[in-house]
């Protein structure tokens, strides 16, 4: 029901552009949101959109740089990546929870994955 799709190999300091597609059912009420996990360590919250209220929140580590975004017309939320570092390698999963929230608990529905591999 959520494909992520979009990542890829990228210099330090390019930029990508993440895809969520969301099919099989309505998220429009859902918050969506954006986490990733890099090797080794625990999935973390990256940003979220609340599609009704217009409510966005990011990560202290991704502000000013990445942009969450929804197009509803395609039912595909959006993750726009600036001024990549190495850090920011990892795998990025889209999910929806009922609730706007940073919360890695309050998701219920999560799609399978894109590698983001940032080189120095």
């Known amino acids: 029901q959520l494909q992520a799709s979009g990542g890829g190999l990228v210099q330090a300091g390019g930029s990508l552009r993440l895809s969520c597609a969301v099919s099989g059912r309505t998220f429009t009420t859902y918050c969506m949101g954006w986490f990733r996990q890099a090797p080794g360590k625990e999935r973390e919250f990256v940003a979220a959109m609340d599609w009704g209220a217009l409510r966005t929140d990011y990560a202290d580590s991704v502000k000013g740089r990445f942009s969450i975004s929804g197009d509803n017309a395609k039912n595909t939320v959006y993750l726009q990546m600036n001024s990549l570092e190495p850090e920011d390698t990892a795998v990025y999963y889209c999910?929806?929870?009922?609730?706007?929230?940073?919360?890695?608990?309050?998701?219920?529905?999560w799609g399978q994955g894109t590698l983001v591999t940032v080189s120095s």
């Open positions: 999910a929806a929870s009922p609730h706007f929230s940073a919360r890695f608990d309050s998701y219920d529905y």
